[in-house]
């Protein structure tokens, strides 16, 4: 247990639990609007939104757990960051495409689109908290 001692949480834990939190308000404000007092194309952007927030939580969550436990584990960075990002990736296709609800062609497609533009933003992210522990 003298592990958790060592992990620092500083003030990139704290930035990146604010933009989580950011994320979190948006998707509430997007589950509580009426969808059906709104125009079809705003109901479609709030559905790409939504996806692309809740890929972005996952995302910074365990980016931040993988920059917490690389301090500690400086041998393994690579290893930490890989299994934090596919573990992010995993948690996106099951809970945040739900497989498991079908939804209508039109939402099917935003979905993938927002997975799409978060594995671009998510590897950016990725490389810039890696090069932030291992400084290069």
Same mark, same amino acid.
């Given at each position: 247990?003298?592990?958790? %001692?060592?992990? *620092?949480?500083?003030?990139?834990?704290?930035? $990146?639990?604010?933009?989580? %939190?950011?994320?979190? /308000?948006?998707?509430?404000?997007?589950? =509580?609007?009426?969808?059906?007092?709104?125009?079809?194309?705003?109901?479609?952007?709030?559905?790409f !939104? +939504?996806?692309?927030?809740?890929? %972005?939580?996952? $995302?910074?969550y365990?980016?931040?757990? &993988?920059?917490? &436990?690389?301090?500690?584990?400086?041998? +393994?960075?690579c290893?930490?960051?890989?299994?934090?990002?596919?573990?992010?990736?995993?948690?996106k296709?099951?809970?945040?495409?739900?497989?498991?609800?079908?939804?209508?062609?039109?939402?099917?497609? =935003? *979905?993938?689109? /927002?997975? !799409?533009?978060?594995?671009f933003?998510?590897?950016?992210?990725?490389?810039? $908290?890696?090069?932030?522990? !291992? %400084?290069?």
């Amino acid at each position: 247990m003298e592990v958790f %001692g060592e992990m *620092r949480f500083d003030g990139f834990c704290a930035r $990146t639990s604010a933009a989580i %939190g950011g994320f979190a /308000a948006a998707l509430i404000g997007i589950s =509580l609007a009426d969808s059906s007092a709104m125009p079809y194309a705003a109901g479609c952007a709030g559905v790409f !939104v +939504w996806e692309l927030c809740a890929c %972005g939580m996952l $995302t910074l969550y365990f980016d931040m757990l &993988a920059y917490s &436990a690389a301090a500690v584990f400086k041998e +393994w960075v690579c290893p930490i960051f890989s299994l934090a990002d596919s573990a992010a990736l995993a948690l996106k296709l099951l809970f945040v495409l739900a497989p498991f609800s079908p939804p209508n062609e039109d939402e099917l497609f =935003l *979905r993938f689109a /927002a997975l !799409v533009a978060d594995v671009f933003l998510s590897r950016r992210h990725l490389r810039h $908290t890696r090069e932030k522990v !291992v %400084g290069y």
